[in-house]
């Protein structure tokens, strides 16, 4: 079957899976988390122009932390799907890679059985110049289309699997073509497959001055196999606002979920959604990224192979009505003798004001929400696993709880601690069958008190196992009957915020369970970790 839609269409569904260099491994994604990771896409490095590991790699690989792993794809294929992401094809420079040079890689292919391999259309290497590991833009011109096509069909020919060209960063404009029409030509004419790494198509979007979605009309949906996403953060510089591709822990930006969504649902042919952790080094963390994915609406109805869910519409007399005082409103309000002001906005109605300004209702609502996540995350660092429970509790998310907890603080004549207590001790006090959230708050309302006085010892007596607290947080278990104790538990305070419970012969108890950062974290330019194969 020669490559193209017809061939994407025959592939099965890899899921939702992490994109790592070997160097990325840890125990934790390669077991513990089973049902959580459908794949692993590792990177493939262009030995030819890697060199040999120095030194310092090498102590690194020798000192790296407990749980941390160093493999590579023939390490993985025996347990794991294992796709291919490779850094040595380079079909957008002149010279083309040779059949000789692509047998290690075609080796690897063959191994994992990959449908594909993935590459970032980019300069990795040069001839006249030192570029690799760290590739740099082309110019999006019909002289480099040509170019790329005839090297694209060359390595089909030698490799067996087809090229996925994989959206590479555009902070910078370079070329008269428009980036979507150049993938769109290139898959067409070649068969390849497209990877859209979603915050890389924002960066360009960025660069041009267009919204995330702008022209996606334009994009090669038939084509488009595999979405990239990653943390990263948006900063304004002098020039201008610019993506910054972190990778690593940041958290995703929130548009770019939105864009995954899009693409989720007009990708008829999507066959793989991939979260890169390049640098990552807070495994439970990049767990958690990855489980929010797969519960997104979108994402969910793609692993099912269901139709993605459509907006309710409203009863037909409930919409009539709507409508009816909707433009009504609209009619006497830029009819009206007085100018538009609050006074005529609030004349005019609901059903108006629903539709009035809808940009800056975005606008506000995400000013909103922002604001509700950096107060939420704030007190509920005072109360992480009582605010944990509460989420479990409820059947709630993050966001929620924030709503819940927040509009309910009180003003600047009332301490942050009693503020604080006092929201929690609401919330919790609703459900009057719960016995597990009370005497959890009563515990971290104890170890609070014990940061007052961080260098003296104190001891106290709950009735809750705070440890199972902390391991069913994690795992899900979190049944009362296993987390009630049956005789007091003493939990002592070592200083320094330092406890331990005698619930499991005194083990030490680990750091309470942290709430998810609020806003992105800044991201350093050009310190990005990117898939060099390290």
């Known amino acids: 079957m020669p490559f193209g839609p017809d061939y994407f269409a025959s592939l ?87 059949g000789s040079d692509l047998a290690e890689l075609r080796r690897l292919v063959e191994l994992a059985d990959a449908p594909w391999v993935t590459e970032d259309l980019g300069v990795w290497l040069m001839s006249e110049r030192h570029v690799y590991p760290y590739f740099m833009p082309f110019p999006v011109t019909d002289a480099t289309l040509a170019v790329a096509i005839d090297n694209v069909r060359h390595i089909h020919e030698h490799l067996g699997v087809p090229f996925n060209a994989e959206f590479p960063p555009m902070t910078m404009v ?30 360009y979007q960025i660069a041009r001055g267009a919204s995330p979605t702008s022209d996606f009309h334009r994009l090669p949906w038939d084509h488009i196999t595999e979405i990239h996403v990653a943390g990263g953060g948006i900063d304004l510089h002098r020039h201008g606002y610019q993506y910054d591709d972190s990778h690593g822990d940041a958290p995703i930006v929130s548009v770019c ?99 009035f300004a809808a940009q800056e209702q975005e606008r506000w609502e995400y000013e909103r929400t922002q604001r509700l996540r950096l107060h939420g995350t704030n007190i509920c660092s005072y109360y992480p696993l009582t605010g944990r429970w509460l989420m479990h509790r409820e059947d709630m998310d993050e966001m929620r709880l924030f709503e819940r907890l927040v509009p309910d603080l009180a003003g600047a004549e009332t301490t942050m601690w009693d ?3 006092t929201a929690f001790h609401k919330l919790v006090d609703e459900d009057a069958s719960d016995q597990v959230g009370p005497e959890l708050l009563r515990a971290e309302r104890w170890m609070n008190e014990c940061a007052q006085a961080p260098d003296d010892a104190a001891s106290a007596q709950f009735g809750i196992r705070v440890q199972r607290v902390i391991s069913g947080l994690r795992t899900g278990c979190l049944a009362p009957r296993l987390l009630l104790a049956a005789t007091p538990v003493t939990m002592r305070h070592l200083g320094g915020c330092r406890f331990e419970t005698d619930e499991e012969a005194a083990e030490a108890l680990p750091p309470a369970v942290e709430l998810p950062d609020a806003v992105p974290a800044h991201s350093e330019p050009g310190r990005a970790a990117c898939c060099t194969g390290q």
């Open 257 to 355: 979920l939105d864009m995954l969504d899009e693409v989720v649902r007009h990708a008829p042919h999507l066959r793989a959604i991939t979260l890169e952790i390049f640098g990552a080094r807070n495994p439970r963390k990049a767990l958690s990224t990855l489980r929010g994915i797969r519960e997104r609406a979108s994402v969910a109805a793609w692993l099912r192979d269901a139709p993605p869910p459509s907006p309710a519409l409203p009863a037909l007399e409930e919409a009539r009505r709507r409508t009816r005082e909707a433009t009504i409103g609209l009619h006497d309000l830029i009819h009206a003798a007085a100018p538009v002001s609050g006074t005529t906005l609030a004349a005019a109605g609901a059903p108006l004001l629903d539709t």
């Open 12 to 98: 099965p569904r890899y899921g939702v899976g992490l994109g790592v260099n070997p160097s990325d491994l840890h125990r934790t994604y390669l077991g513990e988390e089973t049902g959580t990771v459908d794949f692993f896409e590792v990177t493939a490095p262009a030995t030819r122009h890697q060199g040999p590991a120095n030194y310092k790699e090498v102590q690194q690989r020798r000192g790296a932390p407990e749980g941390r792993r160093h493999l590579r794809i023939p390490d993985l294929v025996t347990d794991h799907t294992v796709l291919v992401h490779s850094t040595d094809l380079n079909p957008v420079y002149p010279h083309a890679v040779t």
């Open 174 to 203: 370079t070329g008269a073509m428009h980036a979507f029409d150049f993938f769109h030509t290139l898959v067409t004419e070649t068969g390849a497959g497209m990877c859209l790494d979603i915050g890389h198509v924002l960066s």
């Open 419 to 421: 503020k604080v207590n």
